[in-house]
């Protein structure tokens, strides 16, 4: 499956922005999708995963509450939704496919390029 992540940009802080993953060449709801992020000089860090059917979710305590992921099969697309932005959120944010639950990056064989967030203080 061949990933595509969009909408990052510069927001400051408090403000909110959504990312996008959008799926093409096998349909997304064959995948446990996941959004992970890496912020300059570290390493790449989970952020949340959703799965098939989007009935389950789980996330990294530190954006628990404040993202939310969640997925549209019919549109093959994932999204992630980010709320009081912080500046420590300032990252790329990639989005990947699995075959199972997991948090470790290794364990996602798909990758999209990644979209730059930008939190200002």
């Known amino acids: 499956v061949q990933l595509q992540a969009s909408g990052g940009g510069l927001v400051q802080a408090g403000g909110s922005l959504r990312l996008s993953c959008a799926a093409s060449g096998r349909t997304v709801s064959s995948y446990v999708m996941g959004w992970f992020r890496q912020a300059p000089g570290k390493e790449r860090e989970f952020v949340a995963h959703?799965?098939?059917?989007?009935?389950?979710?789980y996330y990294a305590d530190s954006v628990k509450g404040r993202f939310t992921i969640f997925r549209d099969n019919a549109k093959n697309t994932v999204y992630l939704q980010m709320n009081s932005l912080k500046p420590e959120d300032t990252a790329v944010y990639y989005c990947?496919?699995?075959?199972?639950?997991?948090?470790?990056?290794?364990?996602?064989?798909?990758w999209g390029q990644g979209t730059l967030v930008t939190v200002s203080s």
């Open positions: 990947a496919a699995s075959g199972g639950f997991s948090i470790d990056a290794a364990h996602f064989g798909s």
């Open positions: 959703i799965s098939r059917s989007g009935g389950s979710t």
